[in-house]
């Protein structure tokens, strides 16, 4: 006999645990089944997420961001700190427990909604059977719907060979017990970015090799050179043009063998991250016959509405089409299991901000202006700096500044950018105009608190039609 559910969700990160909770809430009958061991053998749920994603890098950057800070700016405050030492060992301590905590709290979170945790590996049969493999041995389940959340994994480079001590992942880049030397990042794309600056700031000398000549394409590119601006300014060598071809451990250092425009280099390092991307995760995940089909990048194909080929399989975060993001994953997983209990449910995937956590932090939501320009849709732009921002200036953090692209004919929020303190809160304001079709003028209108950094984003939306009152209007 097998177990029945209603739902049975395979992959518990920020797509299926959410998945499940909302299914559990809408009075269904739910398992979620994940697979996820720790580099000590215990099970986790929470997925790359919680326990080597968002979660332990933002645990990272705040440590280290309070280190510099501590070590550059202090002494503007007027703050003399005796003699300031890194201890690299509490720190990790901090991560790790901040993961613990987390992780813990989805076991809580499906003990008070009911949802039946599974740890194992699970396989979708024909006919909606989940086989799960676990550390008791192997058991199958029967769903009315299967929700497919198992995400994604580190792309490897064939030429330069993964070994989990000297070249490295996005995990084990977070668990370093020493501070390298000298450290390569292959990609400068948001995880080469967040991890270059965590060790940057404890002190490594970091080398970032981005192959492509632009920085940051998918960023407005006002956004993105004010960005290259400031990184450089904190040390990060970012080198553009610079296709890495190999790299080889050698002792106790990486060799790294990279081609740009002047032709071939190379490169010593203690210890070098491969951050070229994530792909899809399907491993043993569907058995013959289940109707569920693949796009040809490996990612499982699906509707708007996050629904497979095959009946009642429905396929939800990173390992379906769309930006791989945790709030991406969480909001396909909440709309899925609202449509199974027969409820409303949709995602408006035009406004999913992104964020890139470094300092300053980079936000934005829409369209940019690169983006706006090559659709031929008449705009107008309205930018203020954080450097005439009294609240900015007051945390000694006025570098950066907002930026809004709205269309010229009917006054549309199309696009809104910040780099600066807080980029990542603040763009929920953007996020919430825009998913309220908010015009130019409803965000001139709206109170903002004074001082606060949101003024900046009310400052562009008057520096739009030049109305800007703090700042100049250009
Ligand atoms: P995952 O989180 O990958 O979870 C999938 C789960 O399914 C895993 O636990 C896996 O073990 C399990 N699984 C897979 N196959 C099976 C199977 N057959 N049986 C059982 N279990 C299975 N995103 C953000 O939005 N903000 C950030 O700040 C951010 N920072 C990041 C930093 C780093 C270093 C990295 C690597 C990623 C970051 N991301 C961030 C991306 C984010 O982690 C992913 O978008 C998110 O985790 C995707 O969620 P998911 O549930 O689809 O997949
Ligand atoms: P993302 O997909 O945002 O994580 O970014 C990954 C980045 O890695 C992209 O900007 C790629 O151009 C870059 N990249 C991929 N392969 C290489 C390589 N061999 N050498 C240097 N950069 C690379």
New binding site residues.
Partial sequence: MSDVYDVIVIGAGPAGYPAAIRAAQNKLKVACVDEWQNTDGTYAFGGTCLNAGCIPSKALLESSELFQRAKDEFAVHGIKVGSLALDLGAMQKRRASVVKTMTNGINTLFKANGVVGIQGHGRLLPGNKVVVKGADGEKTLEAKNVILASGSVP?R?RS?PHDGKYIVDSWNALEFDAVPKRLGV???????LELGSVWRRLGSEVVV????EQFL??VDQTIAKEAQRHFKKQGLDIKLG????SAAVSGKAVDVL?TDGQGDHSLQVEKLIV????RPYTQELLAEGTGVELDERGFIKVDEHCKTNAPNVWAVGDVVRGPMLAHKGKEEGVMVADLIAGNYGEVNYKVIPSVIYTAPEIAWVGQTEEQVKASARPYKVGTFPFAASGRARAMEAAAGMAKIVSAKDDDEVLGIHVIGPMAGELISEAVLAMEYSASTEDIQRTIHAHPTLSEAIHEAALNVDKKAIDGLNR
């Fill in positions: 792309v480079l330069v292959i990609g400068a794309g948001v995880i080469g090799l981005e192959a492509l394409p998918m610079a296709k890495v071809s990279y951050a070229v991307g994530r």
